[in-house]
C-alpha cells in the first residue's frame, strides 16, 4: 500500500487552519480535523503529484451537490502558496461515526437501519439528478451524526460525472470488489483481454452497492463469499443470498424485500433509481410496527442466548452457520482488586526492574511501556487483471471525518474564503543546502544531568524529606503512521538503528525547544537518503524531551511517512533537559540527537 500523501502534527499552521488531529487516511489522501476562527472542519491533504486530475474532480463534484445528506464543500486551496505541492480541500465536520463502527456500537433496531439507508438514498437520488456517481458505496463511506442521527454520504474522490474525462486505463473503474455489481464481473470476465475495454459504470451500480450495506446492516453479514477471487465473483454472478428475513427473524420482511429488489442480478431486474429505493424505505417505514424497534442483532454478555434458550461459547456460537451477530456495548473488563485504584491502561506490558535503593524504586514506578494490540479483518482481496481497487476502508472520511472527491479542471478557481488566504502558512518542509559533513561530537559538559536531578527530586518527595515537582511520566505509547514502516524499509532505514539527526547544521550547541511541532534535519546519509532530509514531528517536553518524527521531505521533494523515535546521544529515548528552563512546556536541549526507526512509539 502507498504510504498517505501527507502528514501534518497537531498544532500545524495551513492556509489559516490549525490543525488538531488526524481523522483517518486513504489511498489518495489524509483527512485532518482543524480549526478556523473556532470552527470545525474536516481538512482534507492531497499530494498534487500523486493524485493528478483527481483532486479537481474531487471538488468540482462537490461544486455539483449542495444536500443535507452529502458532506458539504467549504473551501479549496494550495499549499504551500509559493510552490504548492498539496490540495487542501476543507469539508464539513461531520460530527459522529462511519456506518460500520455506528451499526457495532448501537446495535440498532430495523427502523433505525432504515432511516440512515433512506438518508443515503436520498443523497444517492440528489447526486444521480447532478450526473454524478459515487462509486464507492460502501460503510466506510457513510458517516452517522452523533447529535441526532442524521446520515451523510462522503468521500467522493474516485467519483465521476457525466462528459468527465476517463482517468484511468483499467478496465473497471476504481472501487471496493466487494460492492462492484454483477454487470460489472460479467464485463470484467468477457472482456479482460480485449485491449482497450472499459466498463462504464452507472447509477445501478451505487444501488447494487447500497443493497450490500443494507444486507449487512441487517444480517451482520456481507450476501457473497467466496474462498478466492474466482470463487466470490461466480457467488455474486449466480448465486442469490438467503433473504435477510430469513437470515435473521428480526428482520420485517418489507426490509428484506426492499434489500433484495437491489441485489437483483441485472440492472433491468433491480430497483430502478435511487428515488425508487426512497418510496419503498417510506412505505415500509409507514407500516412499520413495535417490532421494528426491537435491536436486530443479539446483546454482548454473559446471559445473553443463542438459540433455543442455550447458553454457549462465543467463539463456537460465531461458527455457528445461521445465527443473529452481536452487537452493542461490551462488558468492561473486570478490574483485579489489587488494582482497584490504578488507573486502567488499554496497552500495558509490564517492565521487570531491580529495587537498587529508595531513589532507584521511585523512578522505576514511573516507567512504563505498552505494546499494541492489532485486530484482523477479513476483506476479499482485489481482483487480479485490469482494475483499479479503491483506497482501503479507512476511508480519510474515517472516525469521525467527512471527505468527498470529484470533477472539473474549472475547481481550480474556488478558493478558500478570503480571510483564509491572506493567512501565510508555515512551511516546515524546506530543507537547507546543508553539505554531508561528519558532526563534531558533543562537548563533555561539567553539569548535573536532569535525570539526575528529576532523580534526587522524587526520591526526596517519596521520603516526605524535600519539597519539589513530581517527576512527569513519559508520553503514552502511540502507533506509527500507516505505512511508515514499509517506508522506511523501502529506502533503507532499518528498523532499530539509530542514526544521527541535527535541529540545525549552523555548529553545536544548547538551545532552546517547546512542545509541539518541530523538524530536525537527517544528519548523514542512510540508503537512498542524503543528509539534510527533513524530518517533521513533535516535541513531547516531559522530564526529559520526546521527539516522535512521523514525515519525511527530500530534498527533491519526495515526501513520505516514517516512524522515527528521538535518543539523546549518549543514549536513552528523548534528550536530557539542560539547566536554565524548568517550564512544563519548553526545555533546552543539544542540537545534535540520534533518531530510531521503531514500529511503534514506545
Not at 447509477?203 to 457473497?224: E, H, I, M, N, Q
Not at 470529484?406 to 553539505?435: D, M, R, Y
Request: proline fraction near 9%; glycine fraction near 8%; charge should be neutral.
Amino acid at each position: 500500500m502507498r504510504p498517505p500523501p501527507a502528514l501534518l502534527v497537531p498544532g500545524a499552521e495551513v492556509l489559516g487552519y490549525t490543525v488538531e488531529r488526524q481523522l483517518g487516511q486513504g489511498g489518495f489522501g489524509t483527512v485532518y480535523l482543524a480549526r478556523n476562527a473556532g470552527r470545525p472542519f474536516a481538512l482534507k491533504l492531497l499530494h498534487l503529484p500523486r493524485v493528478g486530475e483527481r483532486v479537481e474532480r474531487e471538488v468540482s463534484i462537490l461544486l455539483k451537490l449542495r444536500h443535507p445528506h452529502v458532506v458539504g464543500l467549504q473551501g479549496y486551496g494550495l499549499w504551500p502558496p509559493g510552490e504548492p505541492r498539496f490540495a487542501l480541500i476543507v469539508m464539513e465536520y461531520v460530527d459522529g461515526r462511519r456506518l460500520d463502527a455506528w451499526a457495532d456500537a448501537e446495535n440498532p433496531s430495523a427502523r433505525q437501519v432504515a432511516r440512515a439507508v433512506l438518508d443515503v438514498a436520498r443523497a444517492l437520488a440528489a447526486t444521480h439528478a447532478a450526473g454524478v456517481l459515487h462509486r464507492d458505496v460502501k460503510e466506510a463511506n457513510v458517516m452517522v451524526r452523533a447529535s441526532d442521527g442524521l446520515a451523510k454520504l462522503v468521500d467522493f474522490g474516485i467519483g465521476d460525472y457525466t462528459g468527465a474525462r476517463g482517468l484511468t486505463e483499467d478496465i473497471l473503474p476504481p472501487g471496493t470488489p466487494e460492492y462492484r455489481a454483477p454487470e460489472a464481473w460479467r464485463y470484467f470476465r468477457q472482456h479482460a483481454r480485449v485491449p482497450g475495454a472499459r466498463y462504464v459504470a452507472g447509477a445501478s451500480d451505487d444501488l447494487w452497492a447500497l443493497g450490500v450495506v443494507l444486507y449487512w446492516l441487517l444480517t451482520g453479514r456481507k450476501p457473497f463469499d467466496g474462498e478466492d477471487d474466482a470463487g466470490f465473483i461466480e457467488a455474486v454472478l449466480t448465486q442469490t443470498p438467503t433473504p435477510p428475513c430469513d437470515e435473521n427473524e428480526r428482520v420485517p420482511r418489507a426490509l428484506s424485500d426492499v434489500c433484495m429488489r437491489l441485489l437483483e442480478k441485472t440492472s433491468e431486474t433491480r430497483t430502478p433509481n435511487a428515488l425508487a429505493v426512497i418510496a419503498a424505505l417510506e412505505e415500509a417505514l409507514r407500516g412499520a410496527d413495535a417490532a421494528w424497534d426491537v435491536p436486530l442483532c443479539d446483546a454482548f454478555g454473559e446471559d445473553t442466548a443463542t438459540t433455543q434458550g442455550q447458553q454457549d461459547s462465543f467463539e463456537k456460537w460465531m461458527n455457528r452457520p445461521r445465527h443473529r451477530p452481536r452487537r452493542g456495548a461490551r462488558a468492561e473488563p473486570e478490574t483485579p482488586p489489587s488494582l482497584a485504584g490504578a488507573p486502567t491502561r488499554v496497552r500495558a506490558r509490564p517492565r521487570a526492574f531491580r529495587a537498587w535503593t529508595a531513589m532507584a524504586m521511585v523512578l522505576a514506578m514511573v516507567a512504563a511501556g505498552a505494546v499494541r494490540m492489532h485486530g484482523t479483518s477479513h476483506a476479499p482481496e482485489a481482483v487480479p487483471l485490469r482494475q483499479e481497487v479503491a483506497p482501503t476502508d479507512k476511508s480519510p472520511q474515517s472516525d469521525r471525518a467527512a471527505a468527498p472527491s470529484g470533477p472539473e479542471a474549472t475547481a481550480a478557481a474556488v478558493a478558500l474564503p478570503a480571510t483564509h488566504q491572506e493567512v501565510a502558512a508555515t512551511v516546515t518542509t524546506q530543507t537547507p543546502e546543508t553539505p554531508s559533513l561528519p558532526l563534531p561530537s558533543k562537548p563533555v559538559r561539567k553539569v548535573r544531568s536532569v535525570m539526575t536531578r528529576a532523580a534526587g527530586t522524587a526520591a526526596c518527595t517519596a521520603l516526605m524529606a524535600c519539597p519539589g515537582p513530581q517527576v512527569r511520566p513519559p508520553p503514552p505509547p502511540e502507533p506509527c503512521p500507516i505505512g511508515a514502516v514499509k517506508a522506511m524499509q523501502e529506502r533503507g532505514i532499518r528498523m532499530g538503528d539509530q542514526y544521527i539527526a541535527v535541529f540545525d547544521f549552523s555548529h553545536p550547541r544548547i538551545m532552546s525547544v517547546s512542545e509541539g511541532p518541530a523538524q530536525l534535519l537527517l544528519g548523514e546519509r542512510v540508503g537512498d537518503l542524503h543528509s539534510g532530509t527533513a524530518l517533521s514531528g513533535r516535541l513531547i517536553v516531559r522530564d526529559r524531551v520526546y521527539g516522535r518524527l512521523t514525515w519525511a521531505v527530500t530534498k527533491p521533494g519526495d515526501s513520505f511517512p516514517v516512524c522515527l523515535e528521538v535518543f539523546a546521544e549518549e543514549g536513552g529515548r528523548g534528550m536530557p533537559r539542560e539547566p536554565g528552563d524548568d517550564s512544563t512546556s519548553s526545555a533546552r536541549v543539544f542540537t545534535t540527537v540520534r533518531v530510531k526507526a521503531v514500529h511503534e512509539f514506545e
